[in-house]
Every structure is written in C-alpha cells, then in structure tokens.
C-alpha cells in the first residue's frame, strides 16, 4: 500500500476511533438541548497564556470561561469540558440548542458504525447464498443466479427504498436499527454473493477437491477445509472496500426521514437539519456532517485507488 | 433488427419479475399500512376490517398475485391506498417528470463532459486536460446526496439558479454528478480510438488534424461510449431521486418518500417497477442507437 | 491377495465447447491385476484424458469402465479413493494453502486406524519413504519446488491402505537421476508388497524397461497396440509404435 493509501486508512482509523470514544470526546449528550442557546455560532476558543477559554457572548460584552481537562461528571469522563453556566460549542447549536460536535461524533457511531454493520451483514447473506449457488449449483444456482442479477439491475435508492417500505415505522430505536440493517443487507447481498459463487464453482473442480471427495469427505469438511479458507479473505476485501457505500445508504435512509428518527444523530439527520432554507444561509455550521462526510468519502476512495490488486469494475458512486 | 426485439423482450422480462418478485417482498413484510391503524386504540377493529376488505387486502397471496399481473398486464396498477385515486394516475406524471429530468441532466452532462473530455485527449497534459481531470477527480468522490445539497446551497445563497421546483435546477445538480462518469467514458473512448491503426494512416495521409478527428475518431469512439454509459443509466436514476427531493423537482422520487412512510404498498411497488420500467426503455433507447451509430451491429449482431 | 483388474472399452471422449476433435476416439486397455503397464504416446494422443476418465476425475462420453468384470461404468463412478491418480505436477493437484504434513494426514484420516501408529508417526514415515525432508513437512505446499510437490502427491496416493489401482501420469519429470531411482525403487517395491495394478504413463522409455511388464500406445485417442514389454522393444508391430522406439534409442 502506498503513501496515498496509508494516509487514507490513517485519518480513517482517526475517524473512527473517535467516534468509538463519543462520550469521551464530546462535553454534551447528543440530546441535551441548551434552549437559550439555540442556533448559537461555534464558540470563539483563545489562549490566555496556557489557559484554553472559550469566550461568550453576555450581556454588555463577553465572558470567558476556563476549559476543564479531563473531567467526570455524572454520564461518565469527558475529554473536556467548560463550569456551568458556560458552554464550549465546537460547531455551534442547531435550531434545539444541541451541540453540534456532540451530535457529530455519536452520529458518527450510528452512519460509520451501521454501515460497517450493514456491509458485514450483507457479507454474511452474500457469502451464504455464493456457497450455495456455485459449489451446490443446479437450481439453487439458477434461482439465487436470477433473483441477484434482478436486485443488481435496479437503481440502488428504489431498492432500497423498496425494502425500507417492507419495515414498521415506529418501534424501539434497536428493532429500527436491527430493521435498517437488514434492509440494507437485503439489497446488498447480490455483488458479494456473485463473487462467492465464481470463486466456489472455480474451487469445486480443483483435483484436490475431487480427491477429497474420492477419500470420503463430505460436504462439510470440503466447505470448511478447502473452500472457505480462500473465500473468506476475498469477502473480507470486497466488504471493506463496500463500506462507504452502506455508510451512504444508511445517511440517505435518515436523511429522507426513513432512517432512524429525532432525536438520535444520524448525520443524516443533521444533514436534513442543515436542508432548510434558514439554515442554510443563518447557520452555515450545520453543514459539518456534510465535511465529515466528503472527508470519510475521500479517504475511502483514496484506500480504494491504491490498494487494489482485483481491482473490480467501476464501484457504485457514493 | 431480430436483435433489438431480443433486447426488448429482455427488458420486459425484467420489468415482469421485478412486479413479481416485488409483490412477494411486499407480502413478506412484516405488517402493512394497516398495521399502524390497528395498534392505534382510538381506530374501531370494525373500521379496520373494513379498510382490509375494501383494498382487498384480505384475500390470499396467490390471488392476489394472479390478479395483480392481470391488472399489470391490463395498465391498471391498483388503488393508492391512502390518496384513493388509481396509481397510474399517480405515478405516471410523476414518472414522465423523472424521464425528463434524467435527460435533460444527461444532455447537460454530455453538454460539457463530452467536448472537454475531446479537448483533454487531444492535448493531454495540457493545462485544459489537467484542470478538468481535477474538477472530475473532485466531483466523482463526494457522495450524490452532498453534491445535490451544494447546488441547493449555491441556489440559496446566490439566487443564480431558482431554488425549488425548477427543471433548471434539478437538472444542473444531475448534470454534475453524471459529468464525470461521462467525461471518463469519453475520454477512454477516445484515447482509444485514437490509437487505432485506420488513424494513424488518416494522419499519414496528411488529413488535416479537424477531418482527422470528426471523419475517423469520433466515429470510432461513440460505439463503445454509448454501450458504457448506457451502463450508468441505474445510478443516474438513483442520483435523480435524490435529486428531486433535495431541489423539489415533481418526479417519482418525492411521491415514493410518500409512499413508503405511510407504507403505501401499492404505490410503492408501482414506483419500482416503473423505475425498472424506465430502465429498460432507456436501454432499449441505447441499443438503437448503437445500431444506428455502428453498421457493424447492424450486420453481426451484438 | 491381488487387488482387482480394471479394463476401458470403446471409451470415448469429446470435449465440449464445438472444438471438434476428440481426445479419445475408441480406446480399448486390458489392466490384470496386479500388473505393471506403461501408456505411451506423443503429446496430444490422449494420455491424460484417459488417465482423467479411469481415476474418475472426468465423466467418458461413451464406451465402459469394468472393475473386476463388473460393470462400473456407466454408472457411479466418481473420484474414489482406491484409484488414485498422480498427475503431472500442477498448481491444482495440492492446496496451495495447505502444508505437506497436513496434505499427506489427509488421506490418512478417512481410514480406519491400525492402533499401532498415529497419524504423525505414518505421516512421517511416508514422506520419508519419498524422500522428503522433516523440514518440507512444515512448508506449504506453494513454497515447494514442483519435484517436491511431485512427491507430495505420491505420497498421499501411496497413504491409502486399500489401493486398487494406481496411475501415475509423467510423475517422475523435473526430478534428478538420483531422485528417479529411487521412486522407481520405492513403487516397484511397493506394488511388490500390495498388489494393486499400475498404469503409468509416459515419455520416458528408460522407465518404461524399467518398471512396465506390458506396453499399450495411444495413438489420436485410441490404443493401437498392447505388448509386453520385451516384445515391443524388439519388434514394434505398429508403424506409431515403431516411431516411438526410434525415437527413443
């Protein structure tokens, strides 16, 4: 992997791992709404000698406020943190008061960490069906062959669409979840599973193969111990470049309302927040997903550009 | 010709199993657009029968099925289940909407992306090819969703194009995001083409560079550049979707938001197999063109 | 106790995909039990098809297989394990990921075990009896060279107790003289101690003196002449027969 690859996966690896430590680095829960803070400018941070302040607006002027490093408060430790009744807002408040870079990096968890989830689930469904298709073949290849090449030749948004629409609405926030999941992995099995069948129905005729079966191996031991073995690394490389793509998928859902519902931060959500004509023009800081989101996207391309070495055909834009 | 029949006939069977395949999904599903209504407690069970027997939700799967392809067949694509009206009604002005916002972002794509591309294999390295292969290289990684929100921003902000409603707008947005895609295909294409032996004896000949390009290159290179982005086609009308909603252009995509937060089956599946449906036109579309641009299909087939 | 013989008739074979010629037209070989016989003939005569089609690996078009005047095919008759078949060495015979001491136990784990060694003890032994060195036991198979992969894929043929027949397709190539010696040792004393039927097939007319009691020739896909072994040295009868005898000295 080259230069351009390893910077990718680094800032990627940064991404993420803040948004795995999102209590710790963020001051406020994601919900919390500061009322009369609401649709508040990102605070303005200046060093007075080695002090962090943040530095607010007040009647007749500003007042500053010291930054407090590692501090606990009642949900937990926080990276950093600023005494009542001051506020540290990184990236300003939306039209609630939440805290923008609250919300950013637990939406962080919820788009990076679903789409992680969704492309691994539809791995799962992929490399499942791929087995049956190519090493059982016969009409579990024909029926598995045509309901894939159907999924794969509609436009992704209307599938997707068209699945989400098989789901409830309102229930729990983790049967939603659980739901978008599966939805995403109902239409995401198809290019993984193509793989999956290509390389078992090439493995199937290997010599070693139909040894293994003249000695007696059954089909498991031939599952297991010859085809799996090279199969699962070749999965594991399609999934991981695939990413992105369930990542937009999962923002897509939110932002068209479809997704997880207020008040959970789905940058999606955000996203959709920002999509208002007063928002737009008032308080351009709502537009930090959509940077997070360019950079995430970029960082992928740039880790696709450079370490392909089965390079696919054309993947599917973001 | 026998050819083109093959490819329309294909596309129908797709459109068919999609309708098929989408109706048994449907009946997958846990619940339906009733099942909201009968948890809610201020909603009679009487009147939810009712509701049940008039969209006649509750007769078997396999009649249902039966008499959905009867009345597919027929044009009749069922009652909305929450407006009350035909579907057809609904969906096809709203899929014409999308038929044109698809072409006049593709036109607009092709517009620029096409003579540029031209331009950049022409005097590759020059300042030209390497300003737009950065401008490409910029659009294609980010996401539609975020290229669509950047014209709306750029809409409100300036008041350069209208900001809601307007084929202008929406189709600008398209255009962008189908651009490098084009510019790509094109650019391949004619590299390509210029690399063809018929085009170095053309130059030895001593035709002039412009004869050179629209007599020989050009020709050569819309075969394979039709065939390709005719590939695309898919992700353009995934890209209008978007595309709609964000800009408010009256296509498909806003009514199928609609339709799948109230969950309104008919329409739903009416919205995607339509969507198959323009799929399958605009391939068709392609592959006449293909034959009309390359006398060789017209002979061999492809 | 001899093991069975084994007999082809008409056996047939066309490839599909329209190519038009077919590997194996009509070939008739007689193999009694207990016998060494050496297929030879010029590339493309249709040796390995014909080796492909006895082990099982690939399905005949026509003709019979008899196993003991039985008739085996048509009719099951797949892979299996008491005709195994060494081929020349190609990147498929062996998993590639797997290492020697594991390709070797394979075998060994579908029989039934004498409580007298374990799988390690005879896996050693068997790589030993083809000269492989503890150390290649560690390896995987990728990073052998294609004289050790050879003998890999002996000794997992040699690893079933039960061998019925045992074809060999140009194992012997890409090894030195000293290495050659002493497989032919080994299988000529190992044929002595089970009694399974050898075909071996190849270019090689040195081996074929050496190991052979009986001589067949293919010939564009059907066997044309069947000697024992002295008789065709000294008086080929067929002019491909012939041929090959000159070409040979």
Sequence with gaps: MNRRGKLALGVLSAIHAAAGFAGFLAPYEPSTQHREHALAAPTRIVLRGLTVTAVLPAPGGTSEFPVRWLRRTEDGWHLFTVDEPGKIFLLGTDSLGRDQWSRLLHGARISLFSGVLAALLAGLIGTVLGLLAGYYSGWCDRVVTQVGDIFLALPWLYLLLGARAALPLDASPLVVLSGLLAVMGIAGWPRPARLVRGMALSLRERHYVMAARGFGAGHTYILTRHILPPVWPAVAEFVCLAIPQFVMAEVTLSFLGLGLSEPAASWGTMLAAFARLDAMTGAPWLAAPAAALALVSLCYRGLLSSGTRRGGGEPERG | MRFLLTRALRGAGLVAAVAVLGFLMMEAAPGDFLTDLRSSPGIPTATVEQMQRDSSLDRPVWSRLVSWIRSLLSGDLGVSLIWHRPVADLVWPRACNTALLSLTGLSGAWLVGVPLAALSAARSGSWVSRAASLLVSALVALPDLLVALLVLLTAVSTRWIPVSGSLAGAGFALALIALPAVYRHTYSSMRMAMGEPFVESARAHGLPPVRVWTGHILPAAAGPLISLLGLSFSSLLSASLLVEVVLGWPGLGPLLLEAVAARDQHVVLAGVVLSAGLLAAASLLIDLLLVLCDPRIRRDGL | ?249
């Design chain 3, 1 to 249: 106790m001899n093991g069975p013989g084994f007999r082809i008739e008409s056996l047939s074979k066309v490839y599909p995909g329209g190519r038009g010629s077919a590997a194996l037209v009509d070939a008739t070989l007689e193999l009694p039990p207990c016998s060494r016989t050496a297929l030879v003939g010029r590339t493309g005569s249709g040796k390995t098809t014909l080796a492909l089609c006895l082990a099982g690996m690939m399905e005949p078009s026509g003709g019979k297989i008899w196993r003991d005047n039985a008739l085996s095919w048509p009719g099951r008759w797949g892979p299996r394990r008491s005709v195994q078949l060494v081929r020349q060495d190609s990147p498929l015979a062996l998993n590639p990921a797997w290492a020697v001491r594991e390709l070797v136990a394979e075998p060994l784990r579908f029989q039934r075990r004498d409580s007298h060694f374990g799988i390690e003890e005879e896996t050693l032994q068997l790589a030993r009896s083809v000269g492989l060195s503890e150390d290649c036991l560690r390896r995987r198979a990728e990073q052998l060279s294609g004289g050790q992969r050879q003998r890999v894929a002996v000794a997992r043929a040699l690893a079933v107790r039960d061998l019925e027949l045992l074809i060999l397709d140009e194992p012997l190539r890409g090894l030195d003289p000293a290495s050659v010696e002493a497989m032919v040792a080994l299988l000529l004393m190992i044929h002595e101690a089970r009694r399974f039927s050898l075909l071996y097939i190849t270019h090689d007319l040195e081996c074929v003196r050496r190991i052979a009691g009986r001589v067949a020739v293919l010939s564009q896909g059907s066997v044309v002449e069947t000697a024992d072994v002295g008789e065709f040295f000294a008086e080929p009868r067929h002019p491909e027969s012939r041929a090959l005898v000159e070409a040979g000295r």
